[in-house]
């Protein structure tokens, strides 16, 4: 059973976006599909069994799933709770383990040094002003030596149009990313287009970025 973490009023646009998104994942098939992103799983080399990984804004668990197939101790959350309960179905189907949570970005704990990896996956809700919050809790969570993964779209992927948000400022630049992990040792940054077949969410080709960077 998905845990529940809540301590504060939802502010009116959360709670607006929280429908919004209710009625995306209420459908019942799986709105970005059931397979892993193709950054993410590009990496699967790099993951050590056992250790710990934090997926953020999870949607209905098909990277965190994913993680725990890989054999490591997975927590997720996402504040949508009808897309957690498909990634417990997924799970469940998958024959892993995964600590679901329901919970607002920040109202997670982003325990200091808790984790090996962070997934950070079309996390592109964030606005300019939730990005500046967040990275930063994003780092602090890590260990000393643990990864981000990070996959997103660029700001180019407006001419597409195959996914992501029309907000113009929660789109990546190459510049942007370097500016948010510039406390970290980056240890790869890639700009490309591809065609990227993850649900009907994700469908087409499109305008990507990935970013490895390692805590100090």
Same mark, same amino acid.
Not at 19 to 26: D, L, T, V
Not at 38 to 53: D, F, H, I, N, W
Not at 54 to 83: K, M, Y
């Given at each position: 059973?998905?845990?529940?973490?809540? @301590?504060?009023?939802?502010?009116?646009?959360?709670?607006?976006?929280?429908? +919004?998104?209710?009625?995306?994942?209420? $459908?019942?098939?799986?709105?970005?599909?059931?397979?892993?992103?193709?950054?993410?799983?590009?990496?699967?080399?790099?993951?050590?069994?056992?250790? =710990?990984?934090?997926?953020?804004?999870?949607?209905?668990?098909?990277?965190?799933?994913?993680?725990?197939?890989?054999?490591?101790?997975? @927590? *997720?959350?996402?504040?949508?709770?009808?897309?957690?309960?498909?990634?417990? =179905?997924?799970?469940?189907?998958?024959?892993? =383990?995964? #600590?679901?949570?329901?919970?607002?970005?920040?109202?997670?704990?982003?325990?200091?040094?808790? %984790? !090996?990896? $962070?997934? *950070?996956?079309?996390?592109?809700? *964030?606005?300019?002003?939730? =990005?500046?919050?967040?990275?930063?809790?994003?780092?602090? /969570?890590?260990?000393? #030596?643990?990864? &981000?993964?990070?996959?997103? %779209?660029?700001?180019?992927?407006?001419?597409?149009?195959?996914?992501?948000?029309?907000?113009?400022?929660?789109?990546? /630049?190459?510049?942007? $990313? +370097?500016?948010?992990?510039?406390?970290? @040792? &980056?240890?790869?940054? +890639?700009?490309? !287009?591809?065609?990227?077949?993850?649900?009907?969410?994700?469908? #087409?080709?499109?305008? &990507?970025?990935?970013?490895? *960077? +390692?805590?100090?």
């Amino acid at each position: 059973m998905a845990e529940q973490h809540s @301590d504060r009023a939802v502010p009116r646009s959360l709670e607006q976006a929280l429908i +919004r998104w209710e009625s995306r994942f209420s $459908v019942g098939e799986y709105l970005f599909g059931e397979r892993p992103n193709a950054y993410l799983a590009s990496k699967a080399g790099l993951l050590a069994k056992g250790s =710990r990984a934090l997926s953020i804004a999870d949607g209905e668990g098909r990277n965190s799933v994913w993680l725990a197939q890989q054999g490591l101790r997975v @927590d *997720a959350f996402d504040f949508s709770p009808t897309a957690v309960a498909k990634a417990e =179905r997924l799970a469940l189907s998958r024959g892993v =383990r995964v #600590g679901f949570n329901v919970c607002e970005t920040f109202a997670w704990p982003w325990e200091p040094a808790a %984790y !090996d990896l $962070v997934a *950070a996956i079309f996390i592109q809700f *964030a606005s300019p002003e939730v =990005r500046a919050k967040l990275f930063p809790l994003i780092a602090q /969570t890590l260990k000393p #030596g643990g990864m &981000l993964i990070l996959q997103g %779209y660029r700001t180019e992927q407006l001419q597409y149009g195959t996914g992501g948000p029309p907000e113009h400022d929660h789109l990546y /630049t190459e510049e942007l $990313v +370097r500016g948010l992990l510039q406390d970290m @040792d &980056l240890l790869e940054l +890639r700009c490309y !287009d591809e065609h990227v077949d993850e649900g009907k969410g994700h469908s #087409g080709m499109s305008a &990507l970025i990935g970013a490895l *960077a +390692r805590k100090r």
